[in-house]
């Protein structure tokens, strides 16, 4: 799934280098939307040295999940 333009804008605008606790700090001080948020969530726990790199790896993530065995529903 790419990116939304106000995650896009987010990232664009970041101060780098940023861990992922300053990306989150941030994205909450400039109201971003709760779904962008969860994703930068998501992140792996580390620095990041330019916005393409968070996009790299949202990316990454997203062709995962896309890849990934469904699971059947639980048997109730």
């Not at 804008?9 to 971003?32: I, N, S, W």
């Not at 962008?36 to 995962?64: H, K, T, V």
């Amino acid at each position: 799934m790419p990116t939304s333009p106000a995650l896009d804008r987010f990232l664009a605008d970041m101060e780098y280098p940023a861990t992922k606790d300053d990306l989150l700090r941030e994205a909450v001080r400039d109201g971003l939307d709760p779904d962008d948020r969860a994703r930068l969530a998501a992140l792996p726990e580390q620095s990041y040295s330019a916005g393409w790199s968070i996009r790299y790896r949202l990316a990454g993530r997203s062709l995962a999940d896309a890849f990934a065995p469904r699971r059947a529903p639980a048997a109730a």
